[in-house]
């Protein structure tokens, strides 16, 4: 029996005591007003920037005021955390980074409090306007709700009453901190993506910094709420839909194992185009959108061309009228037929839209698909030659089809140099890159030194080559 219990408990987790002490700083002292709010370090790999509006942080303010915040802010004691660590290990490095930085503590939980505090002694918060009980009535209002302003019996109380409590911790790594922030946050509602954030894969990190990047661009579709998480998740969306296709749909497992290490989303999102595409649809809603740019199946939509674009080898020529193309098709497609139900009632690619699943997903992209189809020449380029080297034999024929003359210069190309590069290169009449084929008709032989001056922008068409 005894051996039984044994085995059955061979492969359970061990687990550590973690060091913390409680510290409670009054608002007056320095050390807090100062000192504390000034040397908190963020690390964005398991934290965002403050995103309270003015509104909560005033009432988080007069609360402190009152002495009503009960809630304690949670940090790392940074010096004391780099003194468990072995030098020179990758957490050593991570703890010292922050210490030459001049930072004291980082912030594990309450960074929206810190800055709302931070701000507030700098005058830039107020506290709620009414009437407010000491030995008299103190009115408060526009001209004296700021910290420098605030009536002397009312801060007098605060100092003497109002406390912050601060829980310091100290840990042995980077990962002991995405933890503490995990766990500390584990009775409450996060959202699914603040816990995805909180990895520290590679993945995490690229979105947390996208999603940074494209607040300002992104502003008409997310305009409330927790935008930075908002934002983090459908650019994994995006993401998943590279790596797995529309057909697989997206789900809240292709999310969380999007993050973990072995995930076949990463690869393709960083050596497949996934990134590129990703950037290019925040890209172009930043440049060309309008206010009535706001769906975010939309921008779904749109990634699904770029990435099938990225997926057939063809290149945009021009942005502009790309982004015009999208937007007049993506408007007749709403009240196509999209598919069937179960049922056999015919759903609208509207209707689509407001699911990722496989079935949702495949339905709207089949649409999109007959559109990419037939995209005019001059917006979108066919399909790019893979191959764009030119052989001697085309060199020599172009030569000869240009009567040994470059049309770019004038100068006469000797037949014993067509084939140094260093003098003389093939050039793709169409340019490769806006979907020239290599083929003997796109082929001119030119001065090399004048092509690589002109890259894409000389224009053959006026050109009088020999025939």
Request: glycine residues 6%.
């Amino acid at each position: 029996m005894a051996k039984a219990n044994k085995k059955s408990t061979k492969n359970l987790p061990t687990f550590h005591f973690t060091d913390f002490e409680t510290k409670r700083y009054f608002l007056n002292r320095t050390e807090f007003s100062h000192d504390f709010l000034n040397g908190v370090a963020l690390d964005l790999s398991f934290q965002r920037h403050a995103s309270w509006p003015l509104k909560q942080m005033t009432e988080f303010c007069t609360s402190v005021m009152l002495g009503n915040a009960p809630s304690p802010i949670v940090v790392v004691n940074i010096e004391k955390s780099l003194a468990k660590t072995v030098k020179n290990s990758p957490d050593w490095h991570y703890f010292k980074y922050w210490l030459d930085l001049g930072y004291k503590w980082i912030s594990i939980d309450g960074n929206n409090r810190t800055v709302a505090l931070k701000i507030f002694y700098n005058n830039g918060v107020p506290i709620s306007h009414g009437k407010y009980l000491r030995s008299v009535v103190i009115d408060v209002n526009s001209s004296n709700d700021t910290f420098a302003k605030i009536p002397d019996e009312i801060k007098q109380k605060a100092y003497e009453d109002s406390q912050i409590t601060v829980v310091e911790y100290h840990v042995s790594s980077r990962q002991d901190c995405s933890d503490l922030f995990l766990n500390i946050n584990s009775g409450k509602d996060l959202n699914a993506q603040e816990k995805r954030n909180a990895k520290l894969t590679d993945i995490a990190k690229e979105v947390r910094g996208l999603g940074t990047l494209s607040v300002e661009a992104l502003k008409n579709i997310y305009k409330s709420g927790n935008q930075g998480y908002q934002i983090d998740e459908i650019i994994a969306k995006m993401a998943c839909i590279h790596a797995y296709g529309p057909k697989h749909g997206v789900s809240v497992k292709d999310l969380n194992e999007a993050y973990e290490d072995n995930s076949m989303v990463w690869p393709q999102f960083i050596s497949h185009g996934g990134k590129e595409c990703i950037e290019k649809t925040i890209e172009l809603i930043g440049k060309y959108s309008t206010k009535k740019f706001k769906n975010k199946a939309t921008m779904l939509n749109l990634f699904m061309v770029l990435s099938t674009l990225h997926k057939e080898n063809r290149k945009i020529i021009n942005d502009k009228l790309f982004f015009e193309w999208f937007c007049e098709t993506e408007k007749k497609r709403l009240h196509k037929v999209a598919h069937k139900n179960r049922n056999g009632e015919q759903l609208l690619y509207e209707t689509c839209n407001r699911n990722i699943n496989g079935l949702n997903l495949t339905a709207r992209f089949n649409l999109i698909l007959e559109d990419i189809q037939s995209v005019a020449g001059n917006i979108v380029s066919s399909v790019l030659d893979n191959i764009r080297i030119y052989s001697k034999q085309e060199k020599y024929q172009a030569w000869l089809k240009q009567n040994g003359v470059c049309p770019l210069t004038g100068k006469i190309i000797p037949e014993d140099e067509i084939y140094d590069s260093e003098l003389w290169q093939a050039h793709h009449h169409i340019p490769h890159s806006l979907g020239g084929p290599t083929t003997q008709e796109n082929c001119f032989l030119v001065d090399a030194k004048a092509n690589q001056e002109l890259g894409n922008n000389f224009d053959f068409e006026n050109m009088a080559l020999a025939a």
